[in-house]
């Protein structure tokens, strides 16, 4: 069974501070994907990174891939009160039966603090 | 362009009722995903259509629930008898398929609540 670990599932930072979301999963695959949720709305897709040592940024987030550890990271650079929502990590399954369908963290609720 | 729409967007109805949620993926997407989001849980795969077909259909949480996708496109997800349990977001999702087009395009979900 494919897991997919985050940590920490709630984190509390200062504006300006920075900090790093760990997500762990359990099976080789080569995509990994970031998304971010807003209370109430749907998912939006921040990141896909898609092969070993694939590195993305926009704005204050970088996203990183570690396919041989199975360890992404989002780091968050000087923090805004903007940043403030719940992201997940997901890696999809990639077979014929579920095609690329995500198995999900269970997301990290960053709360963004003056 | 067009995002993923799904209607409706709130559903409250009571136990034992059958509810239909409908989901419009983006034009020329070839694949569909429906997925559910429990209260302050992550989101759990329930389906996945390529083209009209779904190649397996185990990932559905119980028989009283079924999922068609009609034109390769609008998607419906059926509900029968409702539970208390199957209170939950669903939220669609739609993408290319193939070499390189890996990203979904989430919907804004259906928020269900079963009385």
């Known amino acids: 069974e494919l897991k997919v670990e985050q940590n920490p599932l709630f984190l509390s930072m200062q504006e300006g501070k920075n900090y790093t979301i760990y997500c762990n999963y359990s099976t080789t695959s080569d995509r990994l994907y970031w998304y971010r949720q807003d209370p109430g709305k749907s998912l939006e897709s921040l990141f896909v990174?898609?092969?070993?040592?694939a590195v993305k940024q926009e704005g204050r987030l970088m996203a990183s891939l570690d396919t041989k550890a199975r360890l992404s990271t989002l780091h968050i650079t000087a923090a805004v009160h903007d940043l403030s929502a719940t992201y997940f990590c997901?890696?999809?399954?990639?077979?014929?039966?579920?095609?690329?369908?995500?198995?999900f963290g269970k997301g990290t609720s960053l709360l963004v603090t003056p | 362009g067009a995002g993923v729409s799904q209607s409706p967007s709130n559903k409250v109805t009571e136990k034992g009722k059958d509810v239909e949620l409908r989901c419009d993926p983006i034009?020329?997407?070839?694949?569909l995903y429906w997925y559910r989001q429990r209260l302050g849980q992550g989101l759990e795969f329930l389906i996945y259509f390529q083209g009209n077909s779904a190649p397996d259909k185990s990932g559905l949480p119980s028989d009283r629930f079924s999922a068609e996708r009609t034109g390769e496109s609008v998607s419906t997800l059926t509900i029968q008898r409702t539970q208390q349990e199957d209170s939950a977001v669903y939220l669609c999702?739609?993408?290319?398929?193939?070499?390189?087009?890996?990203?979904?395009?989430f919907g804004p979900g259906t928020r269900l609540t079963v009385t």
């Open positions: 999702a739609s993408s290319f398929y193939g070499t390189n087009n890996y990203e979904q395009y």
């Open positions: 990174l898609l092969s070993n040592g």
């Open positions: 997901a890696v999809d399954m990639g077979d014929s039966n579920s095609g690329y369908a995500l198995n």
């Open positions: 034009s020329g997407h070839t694949a």
